[in-house]
């Protein structure tokens, strides 16, 4: 199988405090991969640092999707590529009904009797920790994406 995504000797921070050091993985197309560990261990900053999210900051080391280096690669950049991320706490979107969004990035209308009741919501406005989650899901899939990172997708 090919390398979808390679990671080397990466360690980043944020703000001034460093949150990952030497950090080295490696996953393959196809492969489900999952990161354990206790709050605070690095785990959302690492999903941060393959997104792109510019508040973590890459200090050295190297990220590679489908053998192109991102490392320096803007947010949008890597989402143009194929890479998606669940965020774990999504931020509300006030005046954009769910369903709006979904056509948008699947480029198509979207039905479906499981989520009928939250297509018709703003994205995340008043949404439970559940909801969230589906809404969240519901975003990375019609998306299509190549890589899904999902952030403490338990939670909720």
Do not use: H, W
């Not at 080397?8 to 197309?29: A, F, T």
């Amino acid at each position: 199988m090919q390398k979808i995504l390679l990671i080397e000797d990466l360690s980043v921070r944020v703000g001034k405090k460093k949150i990952l050091e030497d950090i080295n993985l490696e996953i393959e197309e196809g492969e489900i991969f999952t990161i354990i560990g206790p709050n605070g261990c690095g785990k959302t900053t690492l999903a941060y640092s393959i997104m792109g999210i510019p508040t973590v900051r890459v200090e050295k080391g190297r990220i590679v999707f489908q053998g192109r280096e991102i490392t320096r690669l803007s947010v949008e950049r890597r989402a143009r590529l194929g890479i998606a991320l669940a965020f774990q706490n999504p931020p509300p979107l006030k005046g954009i009904l769910l369903k709006d969004l979904l056509a948008t990035i699947a480029k198509k209308e979207v039905e479906s009797e499981l989520v009928s009741d939250l297509l018709e919501r703003e994205v995340n406005v008043g949404f439970s920790g559940g909801e969230k989650r589906v809404s969240e899901l519901i975003q990375v899939i019609s998306m299509k994406p190549k890589l899904a990172i999902l952030d403490e997708i338990d939670s909720g």
